[in-house]
């Protein structure tokens, strides 16, 4: 099935495959519900593949009952950690510095030079956190309308990128050039006339698409790949921190899991012993039905008291000690031997 998803060979992909069983692949799958098996500790897109897995699928009450559970713990370790709070990527390193800037980056206007995978990255998480994305310019008008029309943008030619600074809050360049392409004389300009409103330059391209000198303007806030890559190693750590309060919690959720997996054998064990014994003290009574007609409607009420009262006692230590017994790996070996001694189920083979 992997082979026909991934369209790799079965050769090509068995060496990234691995086999987990039982307890073991239910906790893979609760860590990796937690954001704790990726290679960035609480990377934001896993909880909800997770879902789109479960959603995709068609699990059986076990398979349900599990991904369920999973989904509930990612959800804690969101909802009680800091794990995916920091950003984890430059661009999203680049979108938490231009929302600390401006406070609300709703309805700022985003201008994307250059129409590349990396200024996609950096829209979408700037788009997320409110901003507009209002002109995307490329080399070529062509690359630059096809990613304008995704975010319903102005697509523009390279050369009409400085016009468009004085109307723009957030300027995101990522190009392939070889030298600059906003000189520092151009984005001064802008400046002056933007009239004191702040402008936000974030330079992901290698080389450098912004003139350094640009730094010494004042109302003017350059960040380039370096100090974006110092800012993720930073939240990088205080991840990876967190993750050690999110491997408690979904231990613990792991273990609620394990336990009820186990109750499975033992519940049905306890229910059909009692069941048995309710069906034997039922029987013996009808046996000697005619003795007990001599009986009031009382004394009858007594006997019945009485009978039952002798198999909930005889069966309360059976019955605590097997439900304790459920939580752990003697569960189901307790389970077994009950329905050998008492023959449970041997009427259905």
């Known amino acids: 099935a992997l082979d026909a998803v991934s369209g790799l060979e079965p050769e090509t992909l068995a060496p990234a495959l691995y086999h987990l069983r039982d307890e073991a692949a239910a906790l893979h799958l609760f860590r990796v519900a937690g954001g704790l098996d990726s290679l960035v500790p609480g990377e934001?897109?896993?909880?909800?593949?997770?879902?789109?897995?479960?959603?995709?699928?068609?699990?059986?009450?076990?398979?349900?009952?599990?991904?369920?559970?999973?989904?509930?713990?990612?959800?804690k370790v969101r909802a009680e950690t800091a794990i995916?709070?920091?950003p984890a990527s430059v661009s999203a390193a680049a979108a938490v510095l231009a929302q600390q800037l401006f406070g609300d980056l709703e309805g700022r206007r985003i201008l994307l030079v250059g129409a590349g995978k990396v200024s996609?990255?950096?829209?979408?998480?700037?788009?997320?956190?409110?901003?507009?994305?209002?002109?995307?310019?490329?080399?070529?008008?062509?690359?630059?309308?096809?990613?304008?029309?995704?975010?319903?943008?102005?697509p523009l030619p390279l050369e009409r990128v400085r016009e468009e600074l004085t109307r723009a809050d957030v300027v995101v360049c990522s190009t392939s050039a070889p030298g600059i392409v906003l000189r520092g004389d151009d984005v001064a300009a802008a400046l002056r006339a933007r009239r004191g409103r702040p402008l936000f330059l974030i330079d992901l391209a290698v080389p450098r698409d912004v003139d350094p000198a640009v730094h010494e303007l004042d109302?003017?806030?350059?960040?380039?790949?370096?100090?974006?890559?110092?800012?993720?190693?930073?939240?990088?750590?205080?991840?990876?921190?967190e993750a050690e309060r999110a491997e408690s919690i979904v231990a613990g959720e792991s273990e609620r899991f394990a336990a009820w997996h186990a109750s499975l054998e033992?519940?049905?064990a306890i229910a059909s012993l009692r069941a048995r014994a309710e069906e034997i003290r039922a029987g013996e009574l009808a046996r000697v039905e005619g003795r007990l007609d001599r009986?009031?409607?009382?004394?009858?009420?007594?006997?019945?008291?009485?009978t039952a009262g002798i198999v909930n006692k005889l069966l309360h230590l059976p019955t605590v000690r097997m439900k304790q017994a459920a939580v752990t790996p003697d569960g189901v070996v307790y389970a077994h031997a009950v329905r050998h001694l008492f023959g449970l189920g041997e009427d259905e083979r």
């Open 295 to 306: 009986l009031s409607d009382a004394e009858r009420r007594t006997v019945e008291s009485v």
């Open 84 to 86: 995916a709070e920091s």
């Open 219 to 241: 109302g003017c806030y350059l960040y380039d790949i370096d100090d974006l890559e110092a800012v993720v190693v930073e939240s990088l750590a205080g991840r990876r921190r």
């Open 120 to 154: 996609e990255l950096a829209a979408r998480n700037l788009l997320s956190r409110g901003a507009q994305i209002a002109f995307v310019a490329s080399r070529t008008l062509d690359r630059a309308g096809e990613l304008a029309r995704r975010f319903g943008a102005e």
């Open 44 to 75: 934001g897109e896993i909880l909800g593949q997770v879902r789109s897995a479960y959603e995709r699928g068609a699990p059986g009450p076990l398979l349900d009952h599990l991904f369920r559970q999973a989904l509930h713990a990612g959800k």
């Open 266 to 268: 033992v519940v049905p």
